[in-house]
């Protein structure tokens, strides 16, 4: 492999993982609000949260050292 390959690769790994958390999270949402809130707005929330999950992991991903990194890429949910 080249280091572009390498880079690729985890960039797509970071990618898949930022869209199964995002997807997640916004499924979530509907559980606990009342009134629930209409698809096209969790549409919208989810993939404004894959894009800033992808902007803050980005640099902070080691696809061969998984736990690198990970308190940095930790999520904190305080209903308080």
């Known amino acids: 492999y080249h280091i572009f390959d390498i880079e ?6 970071m990618k898949k993982e930022c ?9 979530q949402i509907n559980t606990v609000m009342e009134p629930p809130i209409r698809s ?11 894009e800033e999950l992808e902007r803050k992991y980005e640099g902070h991903w080691y696809e061969d050292q998984p736990d690198r990194g990970n308190a940095f890429r930790a999520i904190l949910v305080d209903d308080g």
């Not at 869209?19 to 499924?27: G, H, I, K, P, Y």
């Not at 096209?40 to 894959?50: D, G, S, Y």
Request: proline share 0%.
């Open 40 to 50: 096209e707005q969790l549409i919208k929330f989810q993939h404004a949260l894959r």
């Open 19 to 27: 869209e199964a958390a995002s997807w997640w999270f916004t499924s």
């Open 8 to 13: 690729l690769f985890q960039s797509q790994a």
